[in-house]
C-alpha cells in the first residue's frame, strides 16, 4: 500500500514588510518554531510604507505576549507611552468632548446593564455624567496611569490599556524576532507574478533581478496596492463610500509640545470636512487630518492640520489617499492578503494593527495544506468580511450621530446606513439593548461609550431597575461614583509611570 503523500505547506512567501508583514512573519515563526516551514519576506528598502498605524487597541498586548515579550520590552523598543482610550472632541459640534475608554461602565445588577440604572436616576434629575462611573476614562481625562489589577474586586476596578508606538520601530523590532526565529529577508521589488497554467494557483514570483522565488502559500502585504491578491489573483474592491465620505489624509510628525507630557489617550478631533488626530509617543507626536476630498480642497486640509500640531513639524505632510473598503475575497487559492491589501478603513478608532492580529490568528486556526480545501478559504472569507462590516458599523454610527453643521457632517447624519448598524440602532433607541453579531471587534462598552458621548441614550430604561427605591439607588451610585474618584486620585501620574521605561532602542531580542 502506498504511503500518503505529504501535502504540507513547507514554505510561506511574504510579499511586503511593514507592520503588517512583520506582524504575520513574527507571529508564523512562533507559531511553526519547531516545523519544517520556511518563511521569507520579500520587500524592497526603496518602498515607503503607509506607517501612521500608530494608535493601537488593547489586543496588540495579547499580540506580542504570544511572542513571549514583555510591555517594558515593546515600550522601550518603539518609544510608546499608554494608552486608555480616544478622546472625541467637537465631533458633537463645537466645545463637546467626551472618552471611549478601554473599560466598563459602573456594575450591572440582576443581569441589568448599569447604564439603564443610570438612565432612571436621570430621568430623576440626577446629572452624573456616566463617564464618571468608567475608571478608565476617569484615569484618562485626569492623565493618569497604572496596571490594572490582575485581581479586580468589582466592575469597578475593570479597565484595560493600549499603546501609543511608533509603527516603524515596531516592524523593526518584530523583523528583528522574525529573522532571529529563522525568517529569511530578500531586499528587492516584485517584477511579475507567474501562475500555474493547470489552476492559477500563484508559482512563483520573479523579481527585478531576474531572481525568481517559489512558495506553496503566498501572504500578499503589500498595501494598498493589492499585487498578489488583487493585481494577480483577480480579487476585486467593494467600496464603501457611500458611507464613509473621507478619502484622503495627511499625516505629519512633530515634537512634543516643550514642557507637556504625554497624554494616555488618542485625540481625534472633529474638523469642518474630516478629523485630525494626535498621537503623544516618548521622542516624537504622530499628527494627520482625515478628510472628504469632495468637500475639503488639499490646501484648505494643509491649512487646518499645520496650525494645529502638537508641537513643531519635524517632517513634511505626506498625503494618503484611500478608498474604505474590503477585497471581496481576502483568500485566493493560495493567496491570502493581510493588512491594508485586504481592506482599509480610517485610523478613527485604531482598528488598522488589530485588523492585522486577526487575519494573522485566522490563517493560524485556518492553517491549509497544499490541497487548499475550499471550505477552509471559504471560512477564512466570511470571517474577514463579517469582521470587516462589522468594524465599519461601529466607525459609520460616529459619522451618524455627529452634531455638526457643516456639508459633509449634514450629508453623514441624513445618509441611510447598513441594515446591519440600523437595526443596532433602532435596538438601542427602543429598549436601551446591544445588538451582537459574530466576529465583532467592539464589545457593548464600546457602544455604549459612543452612544452616551453622542448624547444618544434611548428615552425608556430598563423597567427591572424600578424595583429599586430612588433613594437607594442615588446611595448606591454615589458609593461607585466616589470609588472611582479615589482609586483615580491615589493613581501617579502618566509621566511617573513612563519614566520608568528608559528610552533606549534595544531590538536585538532572539525569537
Given amino acids: 500500500m502506498d504511503a500518503p503523500q505529504d501535502s504540507r505547506i513547507r514554505s510561506i ?117 456616566l463617564s464618571d462611573f468608567s475608571l478608565g476614562a476617569s484615569l484618562a481625562r485626569a492623565g493618569k496611569f497604572t496596571h490594572p489589577s490582575p485581581n479586580p474586586p ?22 528583528a524576532y522574525a529573522e532571529a526565529g529563522g525568517c529569511s529577508r530578500i531586499d528587492a521589488k516584485v517584477g511579475s507574478v507567474e501562475l500555474r497554467s493547470t489552476d492559477g494557483f500563484i508559482e512563483t514570483i520573479t523579481l527585478e533581478d531576474g531572481r525568481k522565488i517559489e512558495g506553496d502559500l503566498f501572504v500578499d502585504c503589500t498595501g494598498f496596492r493589492g499585487l498578489l491578491i488583487g493585481e494577480a489573483m483577480g480579487s476585486t474592491y467593494e467600496d464603501w463610500g457611500q458611507w464613509l465620505p473621507c478619502d484622503t489624509a495627511y499625516a505629519v510628525q512633530s515634537e512634543n509640545a516643550p514642557g507637556d507630557a504625554p497624554q494616555p489617550f488618542t485625540r481625534v478631533a472633529a474638523r469642518s470636512a474630516g478629523w485630525q488626530w494626535g498621537i503623544p509617543l516618548r521622542h516624537r507626536a504622530g499628527n494627520g487630518i482625515v478628510f472628504s476630498s469632495a468637500h475639503l480642497e488639499d490646501q484648505q486640509a494643509l491649512d487646518t492640520l499645520m496650525p494645529n500640531l502638537m508641537g513643531e513639524p519635524l517632517t513634511e505632510p505626506r498625503r494618503i489617499g484611500f478608498r474604505p473598503g474590503r477585497r471581496r475575497q481576502a483568500w485566493v487559492k493560495n493567496c491570502v492578503a493581510i493588512g491594508l491589501s485586504a481592506g482599509f478603513l480610517e485610523p478613527l478608532e485604531s482598528t488598522s494593527i488589530a485588523l492585522i492580529e486577526n487575519g494573522i490568528e485566522r490563517l493560524k486556526s485556518l492553517f491549509p495544506d497544499r490541497n487548499f480545501a475550499q471550505p477552509v478559504i471559504d471560512e477564512y472569507n466570511d470571517q474577514s468580511a463579517r469582521e470587516m462590516e462589522r468594524t465599519r458599523d461601529f466607525i459609520i454610527l460616529h459619522y451618524k450621530l455627529n452634531g455638526r453643521d457643516e456639508p459633509m457632517w449634514r450629508d453623514c447624519r441624513e445618509a441611510a446606513v447598513p441594515e446591519t448598524l440600523q437595526r443596532k440602532i433602532d435596538l438601542w433607541k427602543a429598549r436601551g439593548q446591544f445588538v451582537r453579531y459574530r466576529w465583532e471587534m467592539f464589545h457593548p462598552a464600546s457602544w455604549l461609550a459612543i452612544y452616551d458621548g453622542f448624547n444618544a441614550m434611548p428615552d425608556t430604561y430598563d423597567p427591572g431597575v424600578e424595583s429599586f427605591a430612588i433613594a437607594d439607588l442615588s446611595r448606591g451610585l454615589s458609593e461607585m461614583r466616589a470609588a472611582v474618584a479615589k482609586t483615580v486620585d491615589a493613581t501617579p501620574d502618566h509621566a511617573q509611570f513612563l519614566a520608568q521605561f528608559p528610552t533606549g532602542l534595544d531590538r536585538s531580542r532572539a525569537a
Avoid: N
Wanted: hydrophobic letters at 45%; charged letters at 15%; glycine letters at 12%.
Fill in 154 to 175: 468589582s466592575s469597578l476596578s475593570v479597565f484595560d490599556w493600549a499603546l501609543h508606538l511608533d509603527a516603524s520601530l515596531f516592524a523593526q523590532h518584530l523583523r
Fill in 13 to 129: 512567501v511574504i510579499v511586503g514588510g511593514g507592520t503588517a508583514g512583520w506582524m504575520t512573519a513574527a507571529a508564523l515563526v512562533q507559531h511553526f518554531r519547531k516545523a519544517p516551514v520556511t518563511i521569507t519576506v520579500v520587500e524592497s528598502s526603496e518602498i515607503g510604507t503607509i506607517g501612521v498605524g500608530e494608535a493601537t487597541i488593547p489586543t496588540i498586548r495579547r499580540f506580542y505576549a504570544q511572542l513571549g515579550m514583555t510591555d517594558a520590552e515593546v515600550m522601550q523598543a518603539t518609544q510608546a507611552t499608554c494608552k486608555l482610550g480616544i478622546r472625541f472632541v467637537d465631533w458633537s459640534g463645537p466645545g463637546s468632548d467626551f472618552i471611549h475608554p478601554f473599560g466598563l461602565y459602573g456594575q450591572e445588577l440582576k443581569g441589568i446593564g448599569f447604564h439603564h440604572y443610570w438612565m432612571r436616576l436621570r430621568a430623576h434629575g440626577d446629572t452624573t455624567p
